[in-house]
């Protein structure tokens, strides 16, 4: 099984400020047809998880560019940059090149 | 717009069965592989089972492998989870998602199973 590892566990951050979350998977995510299955999700509080990043660095649909994803093989980064009151909320890393497994999460908080 | 509603979830004993649906609409939903993740209470994300297109091939992981079912019908833009001897493990918020380039786009609001006696 693919194992995710996201640090920190959690972070505070000022508004308008920039964070950087790390994700590491035990083996390599590239997958036999060339993609690189790394995806980031956001859960705000009593809500359903959201897409943010797909393919590592795609952008879903109607997705601010102050978030960006970089990385390959197997560690990633998820950048917020001018962090708005909204983004608040807990960061889930995820793989899809061998079934889904997702990170433990990383919960980002106001300072 | 895309929209995953589930149902039937609830408390049930151990050792019992549940089933739960999920109802898609604003997509063709036999052109996508559909998939069920969990988050028990304050913990992560889980995958719990996806299926092919057709319904023709299904993958879990061995947490619950033997003991769920997903399935679907086209027909009905409907996905379901049958889940046989629950334990108090399986005790979260089950999910109906959406896959696509080996991601989740689009997720239900979740359903509630409670595995208590």
């Known amino acids: 099984d693919v194992v995710m590892t996201q640090t920190p566990v959690s972070m505070s951050v000022s508004l308008g400020g920039q964070v950087s979350i790390s994700c590491r998977s035990s083996?390599?995510?590239?997958?036999?047809?060339?993609?690189?299955?790394l995806s980031w999700y956001i859960q705000k509080p009593s809500q359903s998880p959201q897409l943010l990043i797909y393919k590592v660095s795609n952008r879903f649909s109607g997705i601010s560019d102050r978030f960006s994803g970089s990385g390959s093989g197997t560690d990633f980064t998820l950048k917020i940059s001018r962090v708005e009151p909204d983004d608040l909320g807990v960061y889930y890393c995820?793989?899809?090149?061998?079934?889904?497994?997702f990170g433990a999460g990383t919960k980002l908080e106001l300072k | 717009e895309v929209q995953l509603v589930e149902s039937g979830g609830g408390l049930v004993q151990p050792g019992r069965s549940l089933k739960l649906s999920c109802a898609a609409s604003?997509?063709?939903?036999?052109?996508?592989?559909m998939a069920w993740v969990r988050q028990a209470p304050k913990k992560g994300l889980e995958w719990v089972a996806t299926?092919?297109?057709?319904?023709?091939?299904?993958y879990y992981p061995d947490s619950v492998k033997g003991r769920f079912t997903i399935s679907r019908d086209n027909a009905k833009s409907s996905l379901y989870l049958q889940m046989n001897s629950l334990k108090s493990e399986d005790t979260a918020t089950y999910y109906c998602?959406?896959?696509?380039?080996?991601?989740?786009?689009?997720w239900g609001q979740g359903v509630m199973v409670t595995v208590s006696s």
């Open positions: 998602a959406r896959t696509t380039e080996g991601t989740v786009d689009y």
């Open positions: 604003g997509f063709t939903f036999s052109n996508y592989y």
């Open positions: 299926i092919s297109t057709s319904g023709s091939r299904t």
């Open positions: 995820g793989q899809g090149t061998q079934y889904h497994t």
């Open positions: 083996q390599s995510l590239v997958h036999n047809n060339g993609n690189t299955y």
